[in-house]
């Protein structure tokens, strides 16, 4: 009898935990963020325009330049207002083309800048918000691998280095971002993007098991702080102004290699480097010598001390859409002496080339960098 009783709960708890676990979840609403004012609404407007749309689209539809994703998906917006995507915005995910835009970091933006965009870009949406628990999800993560490699890596990269779609482990990302909106992400999917629904694709229990197999590979990262540089002075933007010019071959008229800039760097030719990539990134670890000439730069002013008649090499981490956005508008300007570093500071870090870093900067994983 006792036997009997204990495999009808045996029995029973297995249903309490397979029935809901198979159903769809269900969500409850949460209250919308505040509304912004008509002009906070129009300066995060044309913040957005200045700063996002370079890589993010005119339109917030993404995967303008090196896969950024959408930023209209009401999928993200219904998860993650505010932080998973105040953070991103302010700090940036480390080794990949997403900078930081906040002060504080280097950036160009306030605080409440970054607070404002984060909201005007919620309302844009259209989403509703959705209640997510804080609560890590338990899985089985072996089990969450092999339905990884099966699903996922081919666009995502075998160790979720990312490919075509964000790197999923990114130590940022993974510091930034709560296990129920990574969840979130795999079982709605992403609305217009390749980011397809994965909630009749595969059972709950393996969007767990996937979700604890993408948390398994945090460690106990953080944001270390750093030391702001001074940004360098007119008198210092020429590298080696006595010596001779680097005469470089460019490939396609435009294209510097990194073999090609290194050698050139040694030899102490003289040049101007530009790093087009937003202030705070350059804070972080550049190439030696280079000046932070960020892709929103307002140019009239930025080229009054920049000579005409010195080698201008620029360059990015996207690979290379900043670096010909600012040396397209230079050339409108009267510069032609100008070439672009065709693998990117990226594709420059990874094969081997040094950077400067600043103090207290860990080296980024690489891995991620090649993304
Ligand atoms: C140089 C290209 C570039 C620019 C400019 C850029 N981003 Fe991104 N952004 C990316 C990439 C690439 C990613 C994805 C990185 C990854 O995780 O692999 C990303 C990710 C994000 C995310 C995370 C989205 C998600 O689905 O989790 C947010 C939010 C974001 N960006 C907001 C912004 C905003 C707002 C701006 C303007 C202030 C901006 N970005 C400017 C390239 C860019
Ligand atoms: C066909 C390519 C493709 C496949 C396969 C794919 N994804 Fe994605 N995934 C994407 C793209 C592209 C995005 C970014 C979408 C956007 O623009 O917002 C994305 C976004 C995500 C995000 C949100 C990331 C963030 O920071 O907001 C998560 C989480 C995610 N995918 C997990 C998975 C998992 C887990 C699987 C396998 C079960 C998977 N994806 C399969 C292409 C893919």
Known sequence: MKKIIKLISVTLTLCVFITPAMAER??????????????????????????????????????????????????LFESGVPH??????????????????????????TLDETWDLTYW??????????????????GDISRGEVVYQQNCASCHGKDGE????????????????????????IEQGRDGTPMQAFADKLSAADIDNVTAFIRSKASD????KMALRALPTPDEYVINPQNADPDFTLAE???????????????????????????????????EGSIPFPYYSELEDKVVDLPKDVQIVAYCSCPRAAAEYVIKQ????????????????????????????AEGAIEEDAAAAAH
């Open 26 to 75: 269900v969500y409850t609403k949460q209250d919308p963020p505040r509304e912004l004012t008509p002009d906070q609404a129009a300066n995060a407007a044309a913040n957005y325009q200045k700063y996002c749309t370079l890589c993010h689209g005119d339109d917030r539809q993404g995967h303008v330049n090196d896969h950024a994703p959408s930023l209209r998906s009401k999928s």
């Open 84 to 109: 998973s995507i105040l953070r991103p915005l302010s700090y940036g995910r480390q080794g990949t083309a997403m900078g930081g835009y906040l002060d504080e970091v280097g950036g160009p933006m």
């Open 121 to 138: 870009l919620f309302w844009q949406s259209g989403a509703e918000r959705i209640e997510l628990s804080e609560n890590p999800i338990e």
């Open 162 to 185: 990312g490919i075509t779609a964000p790197a999923l482990g990114n130590q940022s990302a993974l510091a930034h971002n709560k296990d129920e909106f990574i969840r979130y992400a």
């Open 221 to 224: 990262w953080t944001m270390e």
């Open 253 to 287: 008229g435009k294209f510097v290699s990194s073999e090609d800039l290194y050698a050139a760097l040694q030899a102490k030719k003289k040049m101007v480097l530009l790093d087009t990539r937003v202030t705070s990134v350059w804070q972080r670890a550049h190439i």
């Open 330 to 357: 230079l050339a409108d300007l009267g510069y032609n002496k100008t070439a672009v570093l065709y693998e990117g500071v990226f594709g420059w870090m990874n094969m081997g080339y040094p950077v400067t870093r």
